[in-house]
């Protein structure tokens, strides 16, 4: 995909002021621009169809397995995602709540990243 993009001198350096054609996904992954800064969240699409499986998974798992679903998703806790991360768990605990199952704690979400050293350890 050929983006359009547009980047501006601002102060020492250059700022994105404007990208085209579109949102880029990856991996479940959208990427967009926001006040010249990289933003990314769980793209809509694989958003609906969590918030869908976890929905019904609410009241027909116990708390180990929806623990385990929610380790076992492949997504990067940046802070977008992380505040998809934690409506996902708060849908899933309403739901449970109220057909008298105990929660799911958030101790369990992986709301860090996780460092990469990407030339090795020197």
Known sequence: ???GVDVVKHGHGFRVRHVDAGVPKLGGHSVSFRNGHASVR?????YNQLRANLTELSVRRSVEALVAEFQSLPFEPYAPV??????LLRTTNRIR???GFEPVPASYLQLRRRVVQ???AE
Do not use: Y
């Open 1 to 3: 995909m050929v983006l």
């Open 42 to 46: 769980i793209d809509q699409e694989t």
């Open 82 to 87: 992380r505040r998809q991360l934690l409506n």
């Open 97 to 99: 709540v109220q057909a």
């Open 118 to 120: 990407p030339f090795g």
